[in-house]
Each structure stands twice: as structure tokens, then as C-alpha cells.
Nanobody
Framework: QVELVESGGGSVQAGGSLTLSCKFS????????MAWYRQVPGGEREAVAS????????FYADSVKGRFTISRVNTNKDFILQMGNLKREDTANYYC???????????????????WGQGTQVTVTS
């Protein structure tokens, strides 16, 4: 069974940087998708970035392209989201997730139930 735990959230001034981490435990298939989503109160969960495990191919939402980077941590299953030039509109609760397949900057619901972390809050102040 896969379990994900996020860390690294906090408060940062606009223009600053923050790195979120997702600690990954459990058994995974040879090919799977790692992704980050975010959600503001009252809003829908929005796909931010995804990474295909075996190829390292990444996808990003247009709103974060050029500012955020998703990557794996060495040979571990853990993965991170490096966020730079943060804007107030990046304020949200951020979730890491794994699934069988990626779909754009997020995950596909085909291939089984995704596993979500508990979320970590990012607040960008002016």
C-alpha cells in the first residue's frame, strides 16, 4: 500500500522560493505518475505538475511553467516541487499524489485509485 506525506509548506514573500517534499512509501508498479495539485478554499483541486516515473517526462500547468520544477529525489521514490518567483495567486493547500498514469499536468483516474497526501499549506504574502 502506498502512503504519501508532504512537508515544506509555509509562508513566503512574493518573489521568493519554497520547496515542497513528498515522502513516498509502499510498492509501486514499474510505470506510474507522480504529481502535485493545489486547492484554495471553495475551489477545485488544480493540477500543477506531473512526472512520469520511468522516463522522467514532466508536464506543467501554464500558470506555473518556468517557475516550478517537479523532480525525484535521487533514486528514492520521494519527489519534490521547487517553486520560484512565487506569486500571491500561488497561495493554496498543495497535495502530492501518485497514480497509474499521468494526464497533462495531473493524473488520470484510469488504472486504479490514486493515493493522495494530506496536504501542506503555502501562503505567499505581498
Amino acid at each position: 500500500q502506498v502512503e504519501l506525506v508532504e512537508s515544506g509548506g509555509g509562508s513566503v514573500q512574493a518573489g521568493g522560493s519554497l520547496t515542497l517534499s513528498c515522502k513516498f512509501s509502499g510498492v509501486t508498479p514499474p510505470l506510474y505518475c507522480m504529481a502535485w495539485y493545489r486547492q484554495v478554499p471553495g475551489g477545485e483541486r488544480e493540477a500543477v505538475a506531473s512526472l512520469i516515473s520511468n522516463s522522467g517526462t514532466t508536464f506543467y500547468a501554464d500558470s506555473v511553467k518556468g517557475r516550478f520544477t517537479i523532480s525525484r529525489v535521487n533514486t528514492n521514490k520521494d519527489f519534490i516541487l521547487q517553486m520560484g518567483n512565487l506569486k500571491r495567486e500561488d497561495t493554496a493547500n498543495y497535495y502530492c499524489v501518485t497514480a497509474r498514469f499521468c494526464l497533462g499536468a495531473g493524473i488520470s483516474v484510469t488504472g486504479g485509485t490514486p493515493t493522495w497526501g494530506q496536504g501542506t499549506q503555502v501562503t505567499v504574502t505581498s
